[in-house]
């Protein structure tokens, strides 16, 4: 049995071969892991914050959540997951969940990056000074 030590270098291992093999694909135009990555973040994070995260475009069938990925209508809480780490995809993400008025359902909004962040804190932080970015 592992430690947790190991077990948690073998996870770390895993997920950095996992987002490198998203990067690759996502080069190639293939994006089908990507949506069951979000899967796999729902399913963690409902367990790490007892979230009842769901896919939004799955779950409202007939409503299309551009923007937005996944959501818990009980604690207000939805994310963007995406491999795209563009401040123009940020923009872009924050743009919709303002115009579709998200944040009557949703009042907090979160970024998942499949893969490595970039360093554009400052830059968000005064395009929208009501959003705590981190």
Not at 38 to 52: K, V
Request: one cysteine or more; a positive charge.
């Amino acid at each position: 049995m592992l430690d947790e030590v190991s077990l948690d270098a073998k996870i770390s291992s895993l997920l950095a071969i996992l987002f490198k093999t998203v990067e690759n694909d996502n080069s190639m135009g293939y994006t089908t892991l990507n949506k069951k990555i979000q899967l796999l973040y729902a399913f963690l994070l409902n367990i790490i914050y007892d979230y009842q995260l769901i896919d939004l475009d799955r779950e409202k069938r007939g409503i299309l959540f551009t923007g937005i990925d996944l959501g818990d209508n009980v604690k207000g809480v939805c994310y963007q997951v995406t491999s795209d780490n563009s401040l123009e995809k940020i923009k872009e993400t924050i743009n919709k969940y303002n115009n579709k008025k998200y944040y009557n359902d949703y009042p907090v909004l979160n970024h998942i990056i499949i893969g490595t962040k970039k360093n554009y804190t400052g830059t968000v932080t005064k395009m929208w000074k009501s959003f705590f970015f981190n």
